[in-house]
Protein backbone atom coordinates (compact mmCIF):
# COMPACT_ATOMS: atom_id res chain seq x y z
CA UNK A 1 0.00 0.00 0.00
CA UNK A 2 2.41 2.34 1.14
CA UNK A 3 4.38 1.75 -2.01
CA UNK A 4 1.07 2.17 -4.29
CA UNK A 5 1.09 5.69 -2.32
CA UNK A 6 4.47 6.37 -2.91
CA UNK A 7 4.92 5.85 -6.64
CA UNK A 8 1.26 7.80 -6.77
CA UNK A 9 3.05 10.33 -4.99
CA UNK A 10 6.22 10.72 -6.99
CA UNK A 11 4.04 10.42 -9.87
CA UNK A 12 1.89 13.95 -8.92
CA UNK A 13 5.30 15.63 -8.16
CA UNK A 14 6.56 14.87 -11.60
CA UNK A 15 3.35 16.09 -13.37
CA UNK A 16 3.47 19.30 -11.61
CA UNK A 17 6.89 19.61 -12.12
CA UNK A 18 6.80 19.36 -15.68
CA UNK A 19 3.79 21.59 -15.64
CA UNK A 20 5.77 24.48 -13.85
CA UNK A 21 9.08 24.04 -15.92
CA UNK A 22 7.15 23.16 -19.65
CA UNK A 23 7.03 27.05 -20.99
CA UNK A 24 10.66 28.33 -19.35
CA UNK A 25 11.85 25.56 -20.77
CA UNK A 26 10.32 25.32 -24.45
CA UNK A 27 11.52 29.41 -24.24
CA UNK A 28 14.84 28.50 -23.70
CA UNK A 29 15.25 26.02 -26.71
CA UNK A 30 13.20 28.17 -29.34
CA UNK A 31 15.29 30.83 -28.38
CA UNK A 32 18.58 29.08 -28.78
CA UNK A 33 17.27 28.02 -31.83
CA UNK A 34 16.56 31.20 -32.76
CA UNK A 35 19.87 32.75 -32.40
CA UNK A 36 21.14 29.73 -34.16
CA UNK A 37 19.07 30.05 -37.18
CA UNK A 38 19.68 34.07 -37.23
CA UNK A 39 16.08 34.52 -39.16
CA UNK A 40 14.81 37.77 -38.92
CA UNK A 41 10.94 37.87 -38.22
CA UNK A 42 10.16 38.99 -41.68
CA UNK A 43 12.58 36.01 -43.20
CA UNK A 44 10.20 34.03 -40.67
CA UNK A 45 6.51 35.45 -41.04
CA UNK A 46 6.36 38.04 -43.80
CA UNK A 47 6.87 41.91 -44.15
CA UNK A 48 3.73 43.14 -42.46
CA UNK A 49 2.56 43.05 -39.42
CA UNK A 50 -1.44 43.85 -38.63
CA UNK A 51 -2.28 45.57 -35.10
CA UNK A 52 -5.73 46.55 -34.18
CA UNK A 53 -6.34 48.49 -31.45
CA UNK A 54 -2.69 50.18 -31.82
CA UNK A 55 -3.01 53.47 -30.94
CA UNK A 56 -2.30 53.01 -27.45
CA UNK A 57 -1.36 50.66 -24.69
CA UNK A 58 0.01 47.17 -25.54
CA UNK A 59 -0.94 47.54 -29.44
CA UNK A 60 0.61 50.91 -29.87
CA UNK A 61 4.19 48.92 -28.02
CA UNK A 62 3.62 45.58 -29.64
CA UNK A 63 2.95 47.22 -33.09
CA UNK A 64 6.66 50.00 -32.10
CA UNK A 65 8.23 46.40 -30.99
CA UNK A 66 7.36 44.84 -34.61
CA UNK A 67 8.44 47.68 -35.98
CA UNK A 68 11.96 47.45 -34.55
CA UNK A 69 12.46 44.06 -35.78
CA UNK A 70 12.00 45.87 -39.34
CA UNK A 71 8.28 44.76 -39.67
CA UNK A 72 5.70 47.08 -41.97
CA UNK A 73 2.88 47.90 -39.79
CA UNK A 74 -0.75 48.10 -40.42
CA UNK A 75 -2.30 49.59 -38.02
CA UNK A 76 -6.58 49.63 -37.20
CA UNK A 77 -7.98 51.50 -34.59
CA UNK A 78 -11.16 54.31 -34.30
CA UNK A 79 -9.10 57.47 -33.92
CA UNK A 80 -7.87 58.89 -37.33
CA UNK A 81 -5.45 61.52 -35.25
CA UNK A 82 -4.16 59.14 -32.92
CA UNK A 83 -3.63 57.02 -36.10
CA UNK A 84 -1.43 59.53 -38.16
CA UNK A 85 0.62 59.86 -34.68
CA UNK A 86 1.39 56.55 -33.86
CA UNK A 87 2.16 56.02 -37.77
CA UNK A 88 4.74 59.12 -37.84
CA UNK A 89 6.09 57.98 -34.40
CA UNK A 90 7.08 54.33 -35.63
CA UNK A 91 8.39 55.96 -39.28
CA UNK A 92 10.43 58.26 -37.65
CA UNK A 93 11.76 55.95 -35.44
CA UNK A 94 12.36 52.65 -37.61
CA UNK A 95 13.17 52.25 -40.76
CA UNK A 96 9.17 50.53 -42.32
CA UNK A 97 6.59 51.52 -43.77
CA UNK A 98 3.16 51.74 -42.36
CA UNK A 99 -0.87 52.29 -43.06
CA UNK A 100 -3.80 53.17 -40.83
CA UNK A 101 -7.26 51.76 -41.29
CA UNK A 102 -10.06 53.83 -39.34
CA UNK A 103 -12.36 51.31 -37.73
CA UNK A 104 -14.58 51.24 -35.11
CA UNK A 105 -14.87 47.67 -33.78
CA UNK A 106 -18.12 48.55 -31.88
CA UNK A 107 -20.05 48.47 -35.10
CA UNK A 108 -21.24 45.76 -37.31
CA UNK A 109 -19.99 43.37 -39.98
CA UNK A 110 -19.81 46.00 -42.39
CA UNK A 111 -16.19 47.00 -41.06
CA UNK A 112 -15.09 43.72 -41.98
CA UNK A 113 -15.34 44.95 -45.74
CA UNK A 114 -13.56 47.89 -45.22
CA UNK A 115 -10.65 46.33 -43.45
CA UNK A 116 -10.55 43.50 -46.03
CA UNK A 117 -10.42 46.25 -48.89
CA UNK A 118 -7.96 47.79 -47.37
CA UNK A 119 -5.43 44.87 -46.62
CA UNK A 120 -6.11 43.51 -50.11
CA UNK A 121 -2.42 44.27 -51.62
CA UNK A 122 -0.86 43.59 -48.59
CA UNK A 123 0.96 40.04 -47.52
CA UNK A 124 -0.18 40.44 -43.58
CA UNK A 125 2.58 38.09 -42.64
CA UNK A 126 1.69 38.55 -38.51
CA UNK A 127 -1.78 39.38 -37.26
CA UNK A 128 -1.90 41.16 -33.47
CA UNK A 129 -5.67 40.82 -32.53
CA UNK A 130 -5.48 43.56 -29.51
CA UNK A 131 -8.06 45.35 -29.38
CA UNK A 132 -10.35 45.22 -26.38
CA UNK A 133 -12.38 46.82 -24.06
CA UNK A 134 -13.11 46.54 -20.52
CA UNK A 135 -15.75 47.82 -18.09
CA UNK A 136 -14.42 51.29 -17.11
CA UNK A 137 -13.93 49.82 -13.33
CA UNK A 138 -15.01 46.55 -11.55
CA UNK A 139 -18.78 46.74 -11.38
CA UNK A 140 -21.50 44.57 -11.28
CA UNK A 141 -23.46 42.73 -13.88
CA UNK A 142 -26.60 44.63 -13.32
CA UNK A 143 -24.58 47.87 -13.02
CA UNK A 144 -23.16 48.29 -16.54
CA UNK A 145 -25.45 49.50 -19.73
CA UNK A 146 -26.79 46.29 -21.75
CA UNK A 147 -25.22 48.49 -24.71
CA UNK A 148 -22.01 49.27 -22.96
CA UNK A 149 -21.62 45.10 -22.65
CA UNK A 150 -23.52 44.24 -26.18
CA UNK A 151 -20.48 46.73 -27.58
CA UNK A 152 -17.95 45.50 -25.04
CA UNK A 153 -18.88 41.83 -26.78
CA UNK A 154 -18.56 42.88 -30.06
CA UNK A 155 -15.20 44.57 -29.78
CA UNK A 156 -13.55 41.84 -27.61
CA UNK A 157 -14.91 38.55 -29.56
CA UNK A 158 -15.98 39.57 -33.01
CA UNK A 159 -12.90 41.39 -33.73
CA UNK A 160 -11.06 38.40 -33.11
CA UNK A 161 -12.67 36.23 -34.73
CA UNK A 162 -13.32 38.15 -37.95
CA UNK A 163 -10.02 39.21 -38.28
CA UNK A 164 -8.51 35.78 -37.82
CA UNK A 165 -11.12 34.31 -40.84
CA UNK A 166 -9.97 37.55 -42.89
CA UNK A 167 -6.19 36.53 -42.40
CA UNK A 168 -5.33 33.19 -41.58
CA UNK A 169 -6.31 31.96 -45.15
CA UNK A 170 -3.50 33.53 -46.65
CA UNK A 171 -0.83 32.86 -44.24
CA UNK A 172 -2.09 29.06 -44.48
CA UNK A 173 -1.49 28.91 -48.29
CA UNK A 174 2.26 30.61 -47.86
CA UNK A 175 2.60 27.88 -44.83
CA UNK A 176 4.21 30.95 -42.72
CA UNK A 177 2.58 33.95 -40.60
CA UNK A 178 1.73 34.57 -36.88
CA UNK A 179 -1.20 34.79 -35.18
CA UNK A 180 -1.29 36.64 -31.42
CA UNK A 181 -4.48 36.48 -29.77
CA UNK A 182 -4.59 39.16 -26.75
CA UNK A 183 -6.72 37.59 -23.66
CA UNK A 184 -6.33 38.15 -20.45
CA UNK A 185 -5.70 36.04 -17.33
CA UNK A 186 -9.65 36.94 -17.08
CA UNK A 187 -10.37 34.77 -19.40
CA UNK A 188 -8.06 32.03 -17.84
CA UNK A 189 -9.70 31.91 -14.48
CA UNK A 190 -12.80 30.34 -13.58
CA UNK A 191 -14.64 33.07 -12.91
CA UNK A 192 -14.12 36.73 -12.71
CA UNK A 193 -16.52 38.44 -10.03
CA UNK A 194 -17.43 42.40 -10.99
CA UNK A 195 -15.98 42.00 -14.41
CA UNK A 196 -18.01 38.95 -15.58
CA UNK A 197 -18.68 39.90 -19.05
CA UNK A 198 -15.24 41.09 -19.76
CA UNK A 199 -13.91 37.83 -18.72
CA UNK A 200 -16.46 35.96 -20.61
CA UNK A 201 -15.56 37.20 -23.58
CA UNK A 202 -11.62 36.93 -22.61
CA UNK A 203 -12.29 33.30 -22.28
CA UNK A 204 -14.22 33.08 -25.57
CA UNK A 205 -10.79 34.44 -27.24
CA UNK A 206 -8.48 31.28 -24.85
CA UNK A 207 -11.00 28.53 -26.11
CA UNK A 208 -11.23 30.08 -30.07
CA UNK A 209 -7.35 29.84 -29.75
CA UNK A 210 -6.99 26.51 -28.54
CA UNK A 211 -9.45 25.55 -31.01
CA UNK A 212 -7.66 27.13 -33.95
CA UNK A 213 -3.81 26.05 -32.24
CA UNK A 214 -5.21 22.39 -32.72
CA UNK A 215 -6.35 22.64 -36.55
CA UNK A 216 -3.89 24.09 -37.47
CA UNK A 217 -1.17 22.55 -35.12
CA UNK A 218 1.21 21.64 -38.23
CA UNK A 219 0.34 24.32 -40.81
CA UNK A 220 3.59 26.58 -40.38
CA UNK A 221 2.13 29.02 -38.91
CA UNK A 222 2.52 30.01 -34.83
CA UNK A 223 -1.01 31.42 -33.03
CA UNK A 224 -0.91 32.19 -29.68
CA UNK A 225 -2.89 33.45 -27.42
CA UNK A 226 -1.27 36.29 -24.77
CA UNK A 227 -3.14 35.94 -21.48
CA UNK A 228 -1.85 38.89 -19.33
CA UNK A 229 -2.73 40.04 -15.91
CA UNK A 230 -2.74 43.80 -15.24
CA UNK A 231 -0.91 45.87 -16.84
CA UNK A 232 -0.70 49.85 -16.80
CA UNK A 233 -2.57 51.40 -19.66
CA UNK A 234 -5.76 53.44 -19.79
CA UNK A 235 -7.36 50.43 -19.37
CA UNK A 236 -6.38 50.11 -15.76
CA UNK A 237 -6.38 54.41 -15.17
CA UNK A 238 -9.66 53.80 -12.82
CA UNK A 239 -7.29 52.71 -10.38
CA UNK A 240 -4.29 54.65 -9.54
CA UNK A 241 -2.27 51.51 -7.91
CA UNK A 242 -2.85 49.89 -11.17
CA UNK A 243 -1.80 52.52 -13.43
CA UNK A 244 1.30 53.79 -11.14
CA UNK A 245 2.35 50.22 -12.11
CA UNK A 246 4.66 48.15 -10.29
CA UNK A 247 7.04 44.67 -10.45
CA UNK A 248 3.70 42.55 -10.93
CA UNK A 249 1.93 45.72 -13.15
CA UNK A 250 4.38 46.36 -15.91
CA UNK A 251 4.14 49.26 -18.32
CA UNK A 252 2.29 48.48 -21.47
CA UNK A 253 5.87 49.44 -23.08
CA UNK A 254 8.10 46.73 -21.16
CA UNK A 255 4.93 44.00 -21.42
CA UNK A 256 4.66 44.27 -25.19
CA UNK A 257 8.64 43.75 -25.51
CA UNK A 258 8.52 40.92 -23.56
CA UNK A 259 5.70 39.55 -24.99
CA UNK A 260 7.21 39.98 -28.59
CA UNK A 261 10.04 37.94 -27.51
CA UNK A 262 7.69 34.59 -27.02
CA UNK A 263 6.22 35.61 -30.54
CA UNK A 264 7.05 32.14 -32.36
CA UNK A 265 8.22 30.43 -29.32
CA UNK A 266 5.33 29.84 -26.85
CA UNK A 267 1.72 29.14 -28.18
CA UNK A 268 0.06 30.11 -24.78
CA UNK A 269 1.95 32.94 -22.56
CA UNK A 270 0.73 35.48 -19.98
CA UNK A 271 3.51 37.10 -21.83
CA UNK A 272 5.26 38.46 -18.99
CA UNK A 273 7.44 36.48 -16.16
CA UNK A 274 5.50 37.83 -12.87
CA UNK A 275 2.61 37.43 -15.14
CA UNK A 276 3.63 33.56 -15.36
CA UNK A 277 4.55 33.19 -11.81
CA UNK A 278 0.48 34.57 -11.23
CA UNK A 279 -0.76 32.44 -13.28
CA UNK A 280 1.24 29.46 -11.93
CA UNK A 281 0.31 30.06 -8.67
CA UNK A 282 -3.30 30.97 -9.20
CA UNK A 283 -3.56 27.71 -11.13
CA UNK A 284 -2.04 25.33 -8.48
CA UNK A 285 -4.67 26.48 -6.21
CA UNK A 286 -7.81 24.56 -5.90
CA UNK A 287 -11.24 26.09 -8.13
CA UNK A 288 -12.89 26.89 -4.94
CA UNK A 289 -9.86 28.57 -3.35
CA UNK A 290 -8.81 30.85 -6.76
CA UNK A 291 -12.38 32.14 -7.04
CA UNK A 292 -12.01 33.39 -3.30
CA UNK A 293 -8.64 35.07 -4.24
CA UNK A 294 -9.90 36.72 -7.33
CA UNK A 295 -13.02 38.35 -5.23
CA UNK A 296 -10.75 39.50 -2.84
CA UNK A 297 -8.73 40.80 -4.96
CA UNK A 298 -11.22 42.62 -7.14
CA UNK A 299 -12.64 43.75 -3.67
CA UNK A 300 -9.38 45.63 -3.36
CA UNK A 301 -9.11 46.87 -6.66
CA UNK A 302 -12.98 48.55 -6.07
CA UNK A 303 -12.00 49.84 -3.05
CA UNK A 304 -8.91 51.99 -4.84
CA UNK A 305 -10.78 52.63 -7.26
CA UNK A 306 -13.43 54.53 -5.21
CA UNK A 307 -10.65 56.38 -3.52
CA UNK A 308 -8.50 57.30 -7.16
CA UNK A 309 -12.72 59.04 -8.19
CA UNK A 310 -12.36 61.01 -4.58
CA UNK A 311 -8.57 61.94 -5.28
CA UNK A 312 -9.75 63.15 -8.67
CA UNK A 313 -12.52 65.04 -7.20
CA UNK A 314 -10.61 67.20 -5.03
CA UNK A 315 -8.37 68.22 -7.75
N1 LIG B 1 -4.25 46.61 -19.49
C1 LIG B 1 -4.44 45.45 -18.87
O1 LIG B 1 -4.29 45.33 -17.65
C2 LIG B 1 -4.81 44.24 -19.67
C3 LIG B 1 -4.78 42.99 -19.01
C4 LIG B 1 -5.14 41.86 -19.72
C5 LIG B 1 -5.49 41.95 -21.04
N2 LIG B 1 -5.51 43.16 -21.65
C6 LIG B 1 -5.92 43.20 -23.05
O2 LIG B 1 -4.91 43.81 -23.82
C7 LIG B 1 -5.50 44.47 -24.93
C8 LIG B 1 -5.01 45.90 -24.98
O3 LIG B 1 -5.35 46.52 -23.77
P1 LIG B 1 -4.70 47.93 -23.32
O4 LIG B 1 -4.57 47.85 -21.86
O5 LIG B 1 -3.54 48.24 -24.16
O6 LIG B 1 -5.93 48.89 -23.65
P2 LIG B 1 -5.92 50.47 -24.00
O7 LIG B 1 -4.72 51.12 -23.45
O8 LIG B 1 -7.26 50.93 -23.58
O9 LIG B 1 -5.80 50.48 -25.59
C9 LIG B 1 -6.82 49.94 -26.36
C10 LIG B 1 -6.55 50.23 -27.80
O10 LIG B 1 -7.67 49.74 -28.55
C11 LIG B 1 -8.28 50.83 -29.23
N3 LIG B 1 -9.73 50.66 -29.22
C12 LIG B 1 -10.53 50.59 -28.13
N4 LIG B 1 -11.81 50.44 -28.51
C13 LIG B 1 -11.80 50.42 -29.86
C14 LIG B 1 -12.81 50.30 -30.83
N5 LIG B 1 -14.10 50.20 -30.50
N6 LIG B 1 -12.47 50.32 -32.14
C15 LIG B 1 -11.18 50.47 -32.51
N7 LIG B 1 -10.17 50.59 -31.63
C16 LIG B 1 -10.48 50.57 -30.32
C17 LIG B 1 -7.90 52.06 -28.45
O11 LIG B 1 -8.07 53.18 -29.28
P3 LIG B 1 -8.10 54.70 -28.70
O12 LIG B 1 -6.68 55.13 -28.76
O13 LIG B 1 -9.00 55.38 -29.64
O14 LIG B 1 -8.65 54.60 -27.31
C18 LIG B 1 -6.46 51.72 -28.10
O15 LIG B 1 -5.62 51.90 -29.21
C19 LIG B 1 -7.00 44.34 -24.75
O16 LIG B 1 -7.48 43.28 -25.52
C20 LIG B 1 -7.15 44.03 -23.28
O17 LIG B 1 -8.33 43.34 -22.99
C21 LIG B 1 -5.17 44.31 -21.00
Not at 10 to 28: D, E
Amino acid sequence: MLVILTVIGALVVVKYVVWLLWNPAVFLCRTIQELVSRKTFVEKYGSWAVVTGSTDGIGKHYAMELARRGVNIVLISRNPQKLGNVATEIESSYNVKTRIIVADFTQGTEIYTHIEQELQDIPVGILVNNVGMATEHPTRFCSESLQRKLELMRVNTMAVTAMTRLLLPAMLNRRCGAVVNVASAAGAVDCLPHAAVYAATKAYICHLTASIQGEYARSGVHIQTLTPFFVSSNMTAFSDALHRGNLFVPSARVYARHAVATLGKLTNTSGYWTHGLQMVLLQTLPVWLQTKVVSVFTYFIMIDYKRTQRINDEK
